[in-house]
């Protein structure tokens, strides 16, 4: 029996612990408090270590397992939940690096070459998921050194970081909106009590109203609210949600698609099939062959590109 591990503290981090450093590294296990939907002037280089789960990057949903390497811009919504038996407790499960644009705008102004990194810095406003295994693994490395080295020597770990991921063209964007029109403290707040429970019931059939009640709200107003937080109205979200579970599904096993569809909390196989199409561009049988003939043809430049597109 697997949980999605939940928390509702508030969704605006502050990072007070700078402590007259340029970056700021953490490393954490799950559960953890820090493992919410939150917000952070940062921008934040988020490395997955171990277990697998959902991401959530503004109004994108997505899977992460070991090895996934993001990069998110200021302010803009983000979570990553580990799927995990119960009572399983994941000792290390990211490696993380917080940067502001502060310290690059002024460090550009004296280092004209810092210049280069602003292209991959405009693209985070919408959330970058890297996919090239051999700079995720160079990553890796660097963020092992940044984790272990102090003052410029950490420094110089991370640019060379930096300038490693600029020059990756295999990633993906994220997010279809941007921090400016999904960052309200209040509204995302709220909107946390609200994800705990779709998190909780979406493999079943579960309407608005529902939820809405158990918000205290009227529908229309949780509707409204709902969708200002997260980029997606509430059955968009839901169903995304769902999709994102049958990838999982049809990736890892070879459940029949029937079940699949039944256990990701649809309920008819038509229904499944159309949303999948939709999102995905290709039916689920297409999606699982395409999955399948990924791990053993890995360096195949075209297959890769379309399974970048269907993700």
Same mark, same amino acid.
């Given at each position: 029996? *697997?949980?999605?591990?939940?928390?509702?503290?508030?969704?605006?981090?502050?990072?007070?612990? %700078?402590?007259?450093?340029?970056?700021i590294?953490?490393?954490?296990?799950?559960?953890?408090?820090?493992?919410?939907?939150?917000? %952070? &002037?940062?921008?934040?280089?988020?490395?997955?270590v171990?277990?697998?789960?959902?991401?959530?990057?503004?109004?994108?949903?997505?899977?992460?397992?070991?090895?996934?390497?993001?990069?998110?811009?200021?302010?803009?919504? %983000?979570?990553?939940?580990?799927?995990?038996?119960?009572?399983?407790?994941?000792?290390?499960?990211?490696?993380?690096?917080?940067?502001?644009?502060?310290?690059?705008?002024?460090?550009?102004?004296?280092? *004209?070459?810092?210049?280069?990194?602003?292209?991959?810095?405009?693209?985070?406003?919408?959330g970058?998921?890297?996919?090239?295994?051999?700079?995720?693994? &160079?990553?890796?490395?660097?963020?092992?050194?940044?984790?272990?080295?102090?003052?410029? *020597?950490?420094?110089?770990?991370?640019?060379?970081?930096?300038?490693?991921?600029?020059?990756?063209?295999?990633?993906?964007?994220?997010?279809?909106?941007?921090?400016?029109?999904?960052?309200?403290?209040?509204?995302?707040?709220?909107?946390?009590?609200? @994800?705990?429970?779709?998190?909780?019931?979406?493999?079943?059939?579960?309407?608005?109203?529902? @939820?809405?009640?158990?918000?205290?709200? &009227?529908?229309?107003?949780f509707?409204? @609210?709902? &969708?200002q937080?997260?980029?997606?109205?509430?059955?968009?979200? @839901?169903?995304?949600?769902?999709?994102?579970?049958?990838c999982?599904?049809?990736?890892?096993?070879?459940?029949?698609?029937?079940?699949?569809?039944?256990?990701?909390?649809?309920?008819?196989?038509?229904?499944?099939?159309?949303?999948?199409?939709?999102?995905?561009?290709?039916?689920?049988?297409?999606?699982?062959?395409?999955?399948?003939?990924?791990l053993?043809?890995?360096?195949?430049?075209?297959?890769?590109?379309?399974?970048?597109?269907?993700?």
């Amino acid at each position: 029996m *697997t949980r999605l591990a939940r928390a509702t503290d508030p969704s605006y981090e502050l990072m007070d612990d %700078h402590n007259g450093l340029s970056i700021i590294y953490r490393q954490h296990g799950f559960p953890c408090p820090l493992v919410r939907w939150h917000f %952070h &002037k940062e921008y934040e280089l988020h490395l997955i270590v171990a277990s697998s789960g959902k991401v959530f990057v503004g109004d994108y949903i997505g899977n992460f397992h070991p090895e996934s390497l993001f990069l998110t811009g200021p302010n803009l919504p %983000h979570n990553w939940i580990s799927q995990v038996a119960e009572g399983e407790v994941v000792a290390t499960r990211d490696m993380l690096v917080n940067f502001t644009d502060e310290l690059l705008d002024n460090a550009a102004s004296v280092f *004209t070459e810092l210049k280069t990194l602003t292209p991959m810095l405009e693209r985070a406003h919408y959330g970058i998921e890297f996919r090239c295994k051999t700079t995720i693994r &160079k990553a890796m490395d660097l963020m092992q050194s940044i984790a272990s080295a102090t003052g410029v *020597t950490r420094l110089g770990h991370f640019l060379i970081l930096l300038e490693l991921l600029a020059e990756c063209d295999d990633y993906q964007l994220l997010s279809g909106v941007t921090c400016g029109q999904l960052a309200d403290e209040h509204t995302i707040d709220r909107t946390n009590r609200a @994800v705990d429970y779709i998190f909780s019931h979406y493999a079943r059939e579960l309407p608005l109203e529902e @939820v809405a009640e158990y918000m205290g709200m &009227k529908p229309t107003y949780f509707s409204r @609210v709902f &969708k200002q937080a997260t980029g997606r109205c509430f059955i968009e979200f @839901v169903n995304r949600l769902r999709i994102s579970k049958s990838c999982e599904l049809l990736a890892d096993g070879e459940k029949p698609v029937t079940d699949v569809c039944f256990e990701s909390g649809f309920n008819n196989i038509s229904n499944f099939n159309r949303r999948f199409q939709q999102l995905k561009g290709m039916t689920p049988s297409h999606y699982r062959r395409l999955a399948v003939q990924r791990l053993t043809e890995q360096n195949q430049p075209g297959l890769t590109e379309r399974l970048r597109s269907a993700k």
